[in-house]
């Protein structure tokens, strides 16, 4: 089976087209240009008619096999695009997707395509069988770099001129989010602001679409980036993500460091690898440690307990502002002005 990546596949769809492409993945704007260009090759090859369907709970998989098998010598070849809706498979859903192999022909292009992740769904055994006859297309969500490269590129197809420090304003606002990326920088291409455009052109134009997970917040926390961090949090608080999900991932954190400190410094790599740190992430871990001692790490875990109480409790009247307070202690050490713990007490 042939493994091509998003930015691979424009190559690949000006030769021959594969009888099969198995595209997933969780990051929405790589895979809708995935399934675009697709569909504008196979036109372009001649497969004129195209069929969508959506597998969810009640969909009728004979309806699939009739697709595959309706044959003419006067019919249009196909596109036909199975979304695989649900998460977990049926075992008939199962059972139907092991018999493709047998049902492709040469009149047909098969897409297949989901949310879930490539890395899961490549396990399954229906995915394997086509591995002779597909090509797979997985799509990840792009790091810190590789985003700054796609900004860059796009804005360089749209024939905009943008400064370094508004590449890194538009990715700040953006972060997590190439859709909105992608519509900012087509607002932008038609906005006939005067180029190049700097970051103070360009704020007064943006809004934030910012998208992140609580693990992009520990990674700016444990780098002691005091002001991503708490954007990425008030992100995080604007998307309805659980105060206590943030707190216990916090607390985490704090023992996982507390239990570095403690070991002994020759047998550091053995603390990291008994605790899950893979070697790209130890440098986060090292840079945490050298800035946050022993002692305070014990004053943020009591900080920590306390926001517990008070959440629970129904005591904490903005949460938001309470976790705040956590991250910046956390970045690095701080007068201790403000204590939860005091909240606690006067209650």
Known sequence: MQKLY???LEPHLAGQLAPCYLLFGEEPLQKLEAIDAIRAAAKQQGYIERIS???DAQFDWNELSNELQAMSLFAER???ELELVQQKLSA???EQLKNLPQQLHSDIILLIHGERSHSDVSKL???KQLQTQAVQIPIYALDERQSQQWLSQRARQLQLQLSSDALALLQHHCAGNLLAARQELEKLALSNLPQPLDANALSSFLADHSSFTVFQLIDAILQGQ???ALHRLQRLCQQDTEPVIIAWQLQKEVLQLRQLQQAPQHNLNDSFKSLAIWPKRQPLYQSALKRLSANWLDYLLQELAAFDRLYKSGQLTNSEVALAHLVTLFVKP?????SLQQHASYD
């Open 6 to 8: 998003a930015n691979q």
């Open 53 to 55: 369907l959506a597998a």
């Open 92 to 94: 008939v859903a199962n």
């Open 226 to 228: 005091a002001d991503e």
């Open 334 to 338: 701080v007068p201790k002005a403000f």
């Open 125 to 127: 055994a229906w995915f």
């Open 78 to 80: 196909r596109l036909i």
